[in-house]
């Protein structure tokens, strides 16, 4: 029988999987390319996914990620938000699966009510349950799968939510266009 902490993994997993599946398809450069005024780029989603996945699971809970995240000791500001032209995207996705694998380890061995320890929090928010890290973790996938979506939308129109489930009207180019001038109509009637 499923039990709560099965149903908060499940979500953690389908918004993995998300996130992972909007690289698919894409060369080296489309999947670092930035689309934001603010360097948003799927591939390095991917990369702070890494480190969130890693830390929260792991040090936060005795159970320090076996590799080295050089990123993360970097004192520039967002070293973890791009890939720098050496990482390659191979070693970044794999090292996504191993720290999602061995948060699942953590998520497996160690009930909701277990306690563990975030400094960077500060004091007041500094320790958390394995339940509050599973639902912050939820909440940090889906917001950047969210970004994905966008990102990979702006990169080849590609849309939806995991292969083969679009989650949208099944509609050709000529329907979308439509719609999206009316959306554009609608936005500048309602201004003052």
């Known amino acids: 029988m499923r039990g709560p902490k099965d149903d908060l993994h499940s979500y953690l997993a389908a918004a993995r999987e998300?996130?992972?599946?909007?690289?698919?398809?894409?060369?080296?450069y489309d999947k670092r390319r930035p689309l934001t005024?603010?360097?948003?780029n799927l591939l390095g989603l991917v990369k702070h996914l890494t480190g969130c996945e890693?830390?929260?699971?792991?040090g936060a809970f005795g159970r320090p990620f076996p590799r080295e995240l050089p990123w993360l000791t970097d004192d520039e500001p967002n070293p973890d938000l791009w890939a720098r032209p050496e990482?390659?995207?191979?070693?970044?996705t794999g090292l996504y699966r191993e720290a999602?694998?061995?948060?699942?380890?953590?998520?497996?061995?160690?009930?909701l009510d277990s306690v563990g320890h975030i400094p960077q929090w500060g004091?007041?928010?500094?320790?958390?349950?394995l339940h509050r890290i599973l639902v912050h973790m939820i909440a940090e996938t889906h917001r950047h799968a969210g970004h994905a979506d966008i990102v990979r939308e702006l990169v080849d129109g590609a849309v939806g939510m995991r292969p083969g489930r679009g989650n949208l009207p099944d509609a050709d180019v000529r329907w979308w266009a439509r719609y999206r001038d009316r959306v554009e109509r609608a936005a500048r009637e309602a201004l003052p």
């Open 123 to 129: 004091d007041d928010r500094s320790t958390v349950t």
């Open 54 to 58: 890693a830390g929260y699971f792991g």
């Open 18 to 28: 998300a996130v992972l599946w909007k690289l698919d398809g894409l060369s080296e």
């Open 87 to 92: 990482e390659s995207s191979e070693v970044i």
């Open 100 to 111: 999602c694998a061995h948060a699942d380890g953590t998520i497996h061995a160690l009930d």
């Open 37 to 40: 005024p603010t360097g948003t």
